[in-house]
């Protein structure tokens, strides 16, 4: 089912698949949503296809982000959507099924929307480790970016589980927020360097594998080992592996680089001529307010591509004018 959002003000219809937009942006985060801004304040025919599955759902309030910071992540969504609005962007809530060559996006269950640029800001899922608790507290007191939320865990007792190489780093990094600080390894091998590091900067080793979270009144209470010890903590880190949702770009025969990520120059451009990629589908490290700069830039790059195929349109077209009145 497609539900289909149209800024009726502007004198927009639905889209039917007989009109041709100037570009398609596939994904309404930050990112997708800033590019849409900044395209249709330059009157560009810009339509946003998203599925309503926004990466940072789970969490109650973002930060890091001027002028935003705490505000719910979904509150920010609607903002922008309702900005982009104003300017007669489309909304389309569904899904792409593929795109085809020229380019043609195929929504699931509705035509085919003819577009002349594609910009892809699917972001990313967080695979995360099969440990009872962990996903039922992800993004509530089980945490994954020190900068996104380790203030508002300050001085706690604090955690770290040992899933992910990266714990390590996550460990030495929330030291600068909590004096008490634990890293369970799990099945983590650690370096005689790591063990330094860690002990130099006053962090604590509970070695074991970790069975599952403890969670008391909704709220977490702590960590148990498999030998039955409970390691008393009230909130938690984890470095979980972040899984592109790259499908469309893989599809269009995007380049990769040796860790599987979509390759892109500094405006977003892609190896297909056409195509631009931003946010955590191309940057995992990317914040929000990371990725809604990544959308402008593109939005920048796209405006002027597209500029450029205009004015090379005009200038034939004003030749074969020319040529005829001779």
Avoid at 88 to 113: A, K
């Amino acid at each position: 089912m497609i539900k289909t959002t149209v800024n009726t003000s502007s004198g927009s219809t639905a889209p039917t698949g007989d009109e041709v937009y100037d570009v398609a942006v596939i994904g309404a985060g930050a990112a997708g949503l800033s590019a849409a801004l900044l395209l249709g304040r330059a009157r560009r025919r810009v339509v946003v296809i998203d599925a309503g599955e926004p990466r940072n759902a789970p969490a109650a309030h973002m930060h890091g982000f001027l002028s935003r910071d705490g505000l719910p992540p979904a509150t920010l969504l609607d903002l922008g959507q309702a900005e982009i609005a104003h300017y007669g962007v489309d909304v389309i809530r569904g899904r792409v099924e593929h795109v085809e060559p020229g380019y043609g996006v195929r929504l699931e269950g509705g035509p085919v929307l003819r577009v002349r640029r594609l910009l892809v800001a699917t972001g990313l899922r967080d695979e995360l480790p099969d440990i009872p608790g962990v996903r039922e507290r992800w993004g509530r007191d089980l945490l994954h970016c020190p900068y996104c939320h380790a203030y508002e865990v300050r001085d706690q007792p604090l955690a770290v589980l040992g899933t992910h190489p990266g714990a390590v780093h996550q460990a030495l990094l929330l030291r600068q927020w909590s004096d008490d600080v634990v890293l369970l390894p799990h099945t983590l091998d650690l370096t005689a360097q790591d063990r330094e590091q860690l002990k130099a900067r006053g962090l604590y080793l509970i070695e074991g594998e970790i069975k599952q979270l403890v969670v008391d009144d909704d709220r977490l209470r702590g960590i148990e080992l498999a030998d039955g010890r409970v390691v008393p903590r009230t909130a938690a880190f984890l470095f979980p592996r972040p899984v592109p949702h790259d499908e469309l770009l893989t599809r269009l025969g995007c380049d990769k680089d040796d860790a599987g990520w979509v390759v892109t120059d500094r405006t977003g451009r892609t190896s297909v001529a056409g195509v631009w990629a931003v946010g955590n589908v191309a940057d995992a490290r990317a914040q929000v307010v990371a990725a809604a700069g990544m959308g402008s830039t593109a939005g920048f790059a796209i405006n002027t591509d597209l500029l450029d195929e205009d004015v090379d349109r005009a200038v034939e077209q004003h030749r074969h004018a020319a040529a005829a009145t001779r």
